[in-house]
């Protein structure tokens, strides 16, 4: 096994997490922060979902995922670095919190109780329990290894994990090599809402509104973990229409160095997994306002209803 070329010395990693609501533009961020000359994200680092076939899908490089030579050299080395991650498996990595494989367990000692007095004492009875903290601690060793591997191979520093788990922060930050920074992207719950009906997780205008208040708020209860200085909220609507200087205010945030954003995000390489947006499309950001003409009064109505006060509590101006 080579030695691990730790970044103790150096103080820990730099890992940042994205965690928020489906469809609030986190693959793009993804994008974007990759083509920093200082960060490195490959989207979710919680790996291949459980309905990717691998041996069809493509890295946004353009090669087939198997095929893609940083995709190799990167599990190769997370070995090397004795927290395997097979970066082929699909039904999510090693990185990702479900310690155990079994969904009932998994959400017992991970996830959200929605009880936050029960949550705490169950974070500090895991803690006082050695061989079951060292399993749900797993996952973050991995991450670290897959971080680590990751920016070993793009010869950057911060690495940015775009995906979505709300308890991932914490999790992570389990971890004391590892120096979690948070981001929490929101978009407005009018136009999340509508891209969540468009993608038909579901057509019930009332559910999408609670996907996003309920994916909001507990991303948003997670602050409590984390140091002020190391959480951010950016809004979808200020990132696209000031991109330069919210990438600015971002830099500052990870204490890397203000960088002009290149003319086109896709230009600078990229190994990228997750949706469609990956292989293709612009690279320039566009605010995507087609809610506008796809929400009709009486669904505004309701989203006003289920998510307008949550809306108003995130800094935006309606209702
Ligand atoms: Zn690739």
Avoid at 26 to 52: D, Q, R, W, Y
Avoid at 97 to 126: H, Q
Avoid at 129 to 145: D, G, M, Y
Avoid at 260 to 287: K, L, T
């Amino acid at each position: 096994m080579a030695p691990d070329l730790d970044r103790d010395a150096e103080g820990a990693l730099t890992y940042v997490c994205v965690p928020g609501c489906a469809y609030t533009g986190s693959t793009l961020l993804g994008f974007l922060m990759n083509a920093h000359p200082e960060c490195a994200s490959i989207g979710a680092a919680t790996g291949l979902t459980p309905k990717v076939e691998v041996e069809t899908y493509h890295c946004s490089c353009g090669e087939r995922f198997a095929d893609c030579g940083f995709w190799q050299r990167v599990g190769r080395r997370t070995v090397e670095l004795g927290h395997p991650v097979d970066v082929l498996a699909n039904n999510y990595w090693t990185t990702h919190f479900a310690p155990t494989r079994n969904r009932y367990l998994d959400g017992l000692l991970v996830r959200n109780l929605r009880n936050a007095p029960l949550e705490d004492l169950r974070d500090r009875l895991i803690g006082g329990l050695p061989p079951i903290r060292a399993l749900v601690q797993k996952p973050a060793e991995c991450s670290r290894a897959l971080a680590q591997a990751i920016l070993e191979e793009t010869g950057k520093r911060v690495f940015v994990d775009t995906s979505r788990d709300h308890q991932r922060p914490k999790l992570l930050a389990s971890s004391p090599r590892l120096d979690v920074r948070v981001i929490h992207l929101v978009r407005d719950a009018r136009a999340n809402t509508a891209s969540i009906l468009k993608h038909q997780t579901t057509d019930d205008t009332a559910e999408a509104a609670r996907i996003w208040e309920r994916a909001n708020r507990q991303a948003d209860a997670g602050r409590k973990h984390h140091a002020p200085e190391k959480w951010l909220t950016v809004r979808y609507d200020e990132l696209c229409g000031d991109l330069q200087g919210t990438l600015d205010r971002i830099s500052d945030f990870l204490g890397v160095s203000r960088a002009p954003m290149p003319e086109d995000f896709r230009a600078v390489e990229n190994h990228i997994i997750g949706n469609e947006m990956r292989m293709g499309g612009p690279g320039q950001v566009h605010e995507d306002v087609s809610w506008k003409s796809r929400l009709s009064d009486a669904q505004l109505e309701i989203i006003q209803r289920v998510a307008g006060q949550t809306n108003r509590h995130f800094g935006f101006d309606w209702p």
